[in-house]
Each structure stands twice: as C-alpha cells, then as structure tokens.
C-alpha cells in the first residue's frame, strides 16, 4: 500500500513532528528536551500527590521508552539542576526524585507551552468540532494502545 498525502497516518506523522518541533523550540530556551519536560510534568503530578518514590518502569512505560533512555534523561534533568534524587527514608536501595525550585518555576511556563501547542492544532476549529476532534483523536489513542 503507498501512502499519500490523504491518509490518517501521513497527517497524524506529520502532526507529531510539527508539534514535537514547536515545543522543542521553546523548551530548548531552557536546555530541555520535549521529553525531559515530559518528565519533569509527571513528576509535578505524582508530587502534588505526595507520591515521590516514582519508579523508572513508571517513567518507561510513561514515555514509551527503554530503561536506559530514561536513566540519559534523568541525568540530564539532575545533571542541569532540575531533579534531585535521595535516598529513601523507607528503603535505602530506593531513590526518590524531587523537583528543584528551578524546576517548579519552569512547570508553569512548560504548562503555557504545551498549552499554545495544543491551541495551535486546534486553531480555526468550532468548539463543537474541538470536543468532535478530541473524542475521534481518543478513539484512535485507544486502538493503537491495544497493539
């Protein structure tokens, strides 16, 4: 089958480029990666929860990644000043992972960035064909999680 200009495939492939480019633009300003901001989002939210004992497989599963790609992201994000990892008070062997100040200030302007990205995509459409768009677009993330 040859692919053209008209299947879901072509725009969905070049949707994800454009974004992933667009957001990198911004969060290279901060020495980020797209997914070490990722990361950096998921951890805000297990914090918030006061869950900060966040296991690798977490993070791999997360982010669709293996182990080792996660721990190069992870050193990066401490090595620049936005993580720290402690050893847990309930289990010596484990690490717990803590945003740094210079994290949380950056998690609110990430959230704008992401935030611009998702209101660019949408750009132009109608609120009813908005809620239509994401609901098609929830239907598709389904059917590939099944794979």
């Not at 006061?50 to 690798?56: L, Y």
């Not at 949408?122 to 009813?128: A, C, F, T």
């Amino acid at each position: 089958m040859t692919e053209d200009n008209t299947s879901c495939s072509y725009y969905i492939r070049n949707i994800a480029h454009l974004m992933a480019n667009m957001q990198d633009r911004c969060l290279n300003l901060y020495g980020l990666s797209n997914q070490q901001a990722r990361i950096l989002m998921y951890l805000s939210k297990h914090n918030i929860r006061g869950q900060k004992n966040v296991k690798r497989k977490d993070l791999e599963q997360f982010l669709n990644l293996k182990g080792s790609s996660v721990t190069s992201l992870m050193h990066g994000l401490e090595k620049n000043g936005f993580i720290e990892r402690t050893d847990s008070e309930k289990d010596g062997r484990r690490k717990e992972l803590a945003l740094t100040d210079k994290a949380k200030k950056l998690i609110e302007e990430m959230e704008l960035i992401f935030e611009a990205t998702d209101n660019q995509l949408q750009e132009g459409m109608s609120e009813e064909e908005k809620m239509t768009f994401r609901l098609l677009l929830g239907i598709a993330h389904n059917n590939m999680s099944i794979m």
